[in-house]
């Protein structure tokens, strides 16, 4: 599942994914694949994502995921009552 937070944050910033990646010594293609949710990155490349892009790593790679959990969680118990 696309990662929209941290899609949305690099925009923000005005940065496309060939510069926030060399910026932090990576790949355009690692960059895409942590948008895409295919890969997340290490702690401390995700730490000095959240710095270059202001936002926190909660927000960039975790409160995505929760609103998942809680949509699944809820689509389960929907589903149950049917």
């Known amino acids: 599942m696309k990662n ?3 899609i949305n944050a690099r925009l923000k910033k ?7 990646a060399k910026m932090l010594g990576y790949t355009k293609a690692a960059v895409s694949n942590w948008e895409n949710g295919v890969s997340i990155p290490r702690t401390k ?8 892009l202001e936002e926190s790593v909660d927000y960039l790679f975790y409160a ?6 809680h949509t699944k969680i809820n689509d389960d118990k929907t589903k149950k009552a049917i």
């Open 45 to 52: 490349d995700a730490i000095a994502i959240s710095r270059i």
């Open 14 to 20: 005005g940065l496309t994914q060939e510069e926030l």
């Open 64 to 69: 995505q995921n929760e609103q998942e959990s």
């Open 4 to 6: 929209s937070n941290l």
